[in-house]
């Protein structure tokens, strides 16, 4: 009966053995007084070694070591008993975590089970297959970011201050580890000086990875910006080889950049990343254009890095029979950017090819059109309709508000006391029930918010959680699914309004927090069921424009079997791609554009006005009414054609200029002449010196964009020159050079070709004279002397430029254009092919300069954004809409004039009446009616005026003044 374990049995041993022996020996005990066997097995002896197949793989994995805990010094804890190891901090608790390689080894002590309320862990769940039953398929499985620890040279994971790009956005969110604070992460001192370092593991053939990955400029510039207005004092050097802002405004944005005085780009990739000798400085060694070797040291280096394809996806890939192309990617062509070797699987995003935000969102709408043309027989075969419960008729009860407050994980809770805003608004009037929860959004809580609805017989509910731009649909619709209608639904935004704007004074963002979920309830109980419109929808779509991007959205819409009314200004099919012959992989494109306008005019679906312009549009989304003019026999001719959505695709002209002596030799030609030329045999580039000029006339104040064609179109036809004629010199003077994508292998040919590549400043412009020839002068940084060519073909990049013609369109359409004269699209990155018009969509060069394939993409993406309103036979109208007090319309007519989308018309009273269908909520009328006649339903004068009252009496009650 008597037991002994532990050091007194086995000698000085570690503390696991010691817990190890009370076990051994409290089981010992139990089966002594149990009457068991003292000798049977026992637990240790059923734990078996791991199978190694179990093991993750860690070929390719660098070892890390552990994260240290900081330490209080032997002089500090000589009289106390505090603590000697502090915690980790975030930083170094997440590097401690990331150390995990998951290897399975799962002791199934179930204490995950135990604490999880959800119920959401089950060990005994095994892998199950799921078949689905599909006509398509479309593959976006994304990228994973390139591992800066492979550029070794460069510090990461070495030195505390070394940072991936990644690492440096989560820095600068108010929601990240740092809360917004740009610090140094070995002591937490305010970093006063960040370099950059650009090409991290893209136009690298030491790692692979030879193309250009596309987004990292444009990101770096951002975070250089951002981190100016975090930082004052900010010292900013971007090292790069070239800046790539190929997309739209985006060189707008990289002059604003530049023209800071505190950030400075630099034309140099450093060799090496070290340690300074006696502080926690990182320092980098680069060459400067003076060719002298600089050492300079930093608070903070970023390494901006590159986009790299998952080999695990790519791996599946392969299997499945997904070709990929040399880099991993999903292999496509540029005539068909979205298909992949397998029929009936597409692609979309960075798989296809690495690409910013704009155009990720563009081609996932342009795979679904994919995927809609080859459906579209099957389409609304599998729908099953929503069915909700009869809506509540709240018209006699007084308000019974539920009030729900969200921590949002630590968004909210980290800053404001949750419970407390619980407490101090439950008291409130008409408010019936109040509760908090970790998710409001969670399909838990939002079943918790039907049942409390039912339980409570809940009329209004309001919501302090995000904002409502993101979450106000999904509780609407927990509304309506527990029969209440959706507007009367609130919601106080206190996490961007509170939480993320006061992190550092949480008892004010508490404070706050409360007055706006007060003002809320005040305005809660005024919120009244709202109606909205159901209107039949015109099921024919109309195209302007002729060109690429317009017969590819007309082919794509008709195939899904929509009625088609194409119109062109012009005679002919074709647009601007008839003065591309080839692409820069030298496909040919005329049997391409051949086979389109082919297809175009044969359709039985599409119908085509040539010689067309359009005069007139009227109506609105569903049901559009297109006024187009011909000239026949020399007299106009109208037609009406009435459609349910129109896409714009208008194209785009070559640009004009004046530059480096253009019009004044036959020598001197634009890029697409020379293409042209080449095409034809008609150009002799033998012996010859041929110099070509980038950015002739753009990038400059005339045109501030980038035209984004112009350097591959260079590269493109410098290859053709020197394949046709090997012993021509050809000389490309440029800026930057913006081959971006996979475009970065064919840089590097006609590097490998002989082309020689020439940078110039836009300050120091080449010149170009003429005397007995052609003589190009250029002085370049790169050079120590000026350099002098005799040229005997002088090659200009002159880039696209918007027609004239789309200002007349945009003031018909209610459209609006930048200040370079392209169209307007609602949203740059998440709406980049839709209008602020509902029911009109954009496409092509109409929207900016760009490449075929990407014109094919967006032509793409318009036609499905489109289908989604053909494809409906009524389309419901929001409610929260303008609505004219016909007692109180002076007839003055002042929102006929102010309305920017032409909502308000004049009815046969001659009062001010408003199309729902055409009004978009913005609340301009209301405000400029004079007498007072406009509301905007869901956002009355009153429901505000009360808001005001509530916050004016709690400022009262609680100042006294």
């Known amino acids: 009966g008597v037991f002994a374990g532990g050091d007194n049995a086995s000698g000085p041993a570690s503390a696991i053995k010691a817990v190890a022996a009370g076990k051994r020996a409290s089981e010992s005990i139990k089966r002594c007084l149990d009457g068991k066997n003292m000798l049977s097995e026992r637990f240790e002896a059923t734990v078996h070694p791991v199978p190694e197949e179990l093991f993750p793989e860690t070929k390719n994995i660098a070892k890390k070591a552990r994260a240290q805990a900081g330490a209080i010094p032997v002089e500090k804890r000589t009289d106390n008993f505090n603590e000697i190891e502090s915690v980790f901090s975030v930083e170094e608790a997440l590097y401690e975590a990331e150390r995990c390689l998951n290897?399975?080894?799962?002791?199934?002590?179930?204490?995950?089970?135990?604490?999880?309320?959800?119920?959401?862990?089950?060990?005994?769940?095994?892998?199950?297959?799921?078949?689905?039953?599909?006509?398509?398929?479309?593959?976006?499985?994304?990228?994973?970011?390139?591992k800066a620890e492979r550029k070794g040279e460069y510090g990461f994971n070495r030195y505390k201050n070394v940072l991936t790009s990644v690492q440096f956005e989560r820095m600068l969110s108010a929601a990240g580890p740092y809360g917004g604070h740009v610090v140094r992460r070995n002591d937490g001192k305010e970093a006063k000086r960040i370099a950059w370092i650009q090409c991290v593991g893209s136009r690298d053939s030491q790692c692979g990875n030879e193309y250009c990955s596309s987004i990292c400029c444009m990101a770096t510039t951002k975070q250089a910006l951002v981190a100016s207005e975090h930082i004052d004092g900010l010292q900013a050097a971007i090292f790069n080889m070239d800046i790539r802002a190929f997309g739209k405004d985006f060189d707008q944005y990289y002059e604003r950049a530049r023209s800071k005085e505190n950030i400075e780009y630099i034309r140099s990739i450093p060799s090496r990343v070290i340690q300074a000798p006696g502080s926690m400085d990182v320092r980098l060694r680069y060459t400067d254009e003076n060719f002298e070797h600089v050492e300079r040291d930093f608070d903070l280096i970023v390494l901006a890095v590159g986009l790299d394809p998952k080999p695990e996806i790519s791996a599946d890939m392969s299997r499945l029979g997904i070709e990929l192309n040399e880099f991993g990617f999903c292999k496509t062509s540029r005539f068909l950017p979205l298909e992949t070797s397998r029929p009936g699987v597409f692609v979309a995003g960075v798989f296809q090819e690495p690409k910013d935000i704009p155009e990720t969102v563009t081609q996932a709408s342009a795979a679904a059109s994919m995927s809609m043309e080859l459906l579209a027989s099957a389409r609304n075969t599998l729908i099953t309709k929503k069915e909700y419960p009869t809506e509540r008729d709240i018209a006699d009860e007084e308000p019974r508000i539920g009030v729900f407050v969200c921590h949002c994980g630590l968004n909210i809770a980290a800053t404001v006391d949750v419970e407390k805003v619980v407490h101090a608004i439950s008291s409130e009037r008409h408010v019936v029930v109040a509760s908090h929860t970790m998710y409001t959004c969670s399909d838990s809580s939002l079943s918790e918010i039907k049942k409390q609805i039912e339980e409570y017989r809940l009329n209004r509910v309001v919501v302090a959680s995000c904002t409502p731009r993101t979450h106000e649909p999904l509780f609407r619709e927990t509304l309506r699914e527990a029969g209440l209608n959706p507007y009367l639904f609130e919601l106080a935004n206190i996490r961007d309004q509170c939480s993320w704007v006061h992190p550092f004074a949480p008892a004010d963002a508490t404070a706050k927090s409360i007055e706006l979920v007060k003002m809320s309830i005040a305005r809660a109980g005024l919120l009244r069921p709202l109606i909205g419109e159901s209107l039949a929808v015109n099921q024919d779509g109309v195209v302007i424009g002729g060109g690429l991007s317009g017969m590819t959205a007309a082919l794509s819409l008709a195939e899904q079997g929509f009625k088609i009314a194409l119109i062109e200004k012009s005679g002919k099919l074709g647009g601007y791609a008839l003065n591309v012959h080839y692409t820069l992989e030298d496909d040919d494109l005329a049997d391409f554009m051949a086979d389109m306008i082919k297809r175009t005019e044969n359709h039985r679906n599409i119908k085509l006005y040539l010689n067309s312009e359009v005069t007139k549009v009227a109506g609105h989304i569903g049901k559009f009414s297109v006024t187009t003019t011909a000239k026949e026999n020399g007299s106009p001719k109208e037609t009406v054609v009435s459609c349910g959505a129109i896409i714009v695709a208008t194209g785009a002209e070559p640009a004009a200029t004046s530059e480096f002596l253009y019009g004044a030799s036959e020598d001197i030609l634009t890029q697409t002449e020379l293409e042209k030329q080449l095409h034809e045999g008609a150009f002799s580039g033998c012996r010859k010196n041929i110099v070509m000029i980038q950015c002739a006339g753009s990038r400059n104040d005339e045109r501030q964009y980038c035209s984004r064609i112009c350097c591959s179109m260079a590269v493109k036809n410098a290859l053709h020159i020197k394949k046709k004629f090997p012993d021509a010199n050809v000389y490309v003077l440029y800026r930057d050079i913006r081959t971006y994508g996979f475009r970065e292998k064919y840089y590097k040919m006609a590097r490998e070709a002989g082309v020689v590549f020439i940078r110039y400043n836009e300050e120091r412009k080449p010149l170009v004279t003429q005397d007995e020839g052609l003589m190009v002068t250029v002085e370049s940084p790169d050079l120590p002397d000026v350099i002098e060519i005799e040229a005997a073909n002088v090659i200009l990049s002159t880039g696209i430029a918007a027609p004239?013609?789309?200002?007349?369109?945009?003031?018909?359409?209610?459209?609006?254009?930048?200040?370079?004269?392209?169209?307007?699209?609602?949203?740059?990155?998440?709406?980049?092919?839709?209008?602020?018009?509902?029911?009109?969509?954009?496409?092509?060069?109409?929207?900016?300069?760009?490449?075929?394939?990407?014109?094919?993409?967006?032509?793409?993406?318009?036609?499905?954004?489109?289908?989604?309103?053909?494809?409906?036979?009524?389309?419901?109208?929001?409610?929260?809409?303008?609505?004219?007090?016909?007692?109180?319309?002076?007839?003055?007519?002042?929102?006929?004039?102010?309305?920017?989308?032409?909502?308000?018309?004049?009815?046969?009273d001659n009062k001010g009446e408003i199309v729902a269908a055409k009004c978009m909520g913005c609340g301009i009328c209301v405000s400029e009616c004079p007498a007072r006649a406009i509301q905007l339903n869901h956002f009355e004068s009153k429901q505000f005026s009360i808001m005001l009252d509530n916050l004016l009496e709690s400022h009262f009650a609680v100042h006294g003044n």
């Not at 089950?122 to 390139?146: K, Q, R, W, Y």
């Not at 929260?880 to 032409?902: A, W």
Request: charged share 20%; aromatic share 6%.
């Open 103 to 146: 290897c399975a080894l799962c002791s199934e002590c179930m204490e995950c089970v135990a604490v999880c309320d959800k119920k959401a862990v089950d060990h005994d769940m095994g892998d199950e297959i799921i078949e689905l039953n599909v006509g398509s398929a479309i593959l976006t499985p994304g990228f994973e970011e390139f």
């Open 804 to 908: 004239a013609g789309n200002r007349q369109l945009s003031d018909m359409l209610k459209l609006q254009l930048n200040g370079d004269g392209f169209f307007l699209e609602a949203h740059v990155k998440l709406r980049p092919v839709d209008f602020a018009t509902e029911g009109v969509y954009l496409c092509g060069l109409a929207h900016s300069p760009k490449m075929l394939d990407e014109n094919i993409s967006q032509a793409r993406a318009a036609a499905a954004r489109a289908a989604t309103v053909l494809s409906k036979t009524h389309l419901d109208v929001g409610a929260e809409v303008s609505e004219v007090n016909q007692d109180k319309c002076i007839s003055c007519m002042t929102c006929v004039h102010v309305c920017p989308y032409s909502a308000p018309f004049v009815n046969i």
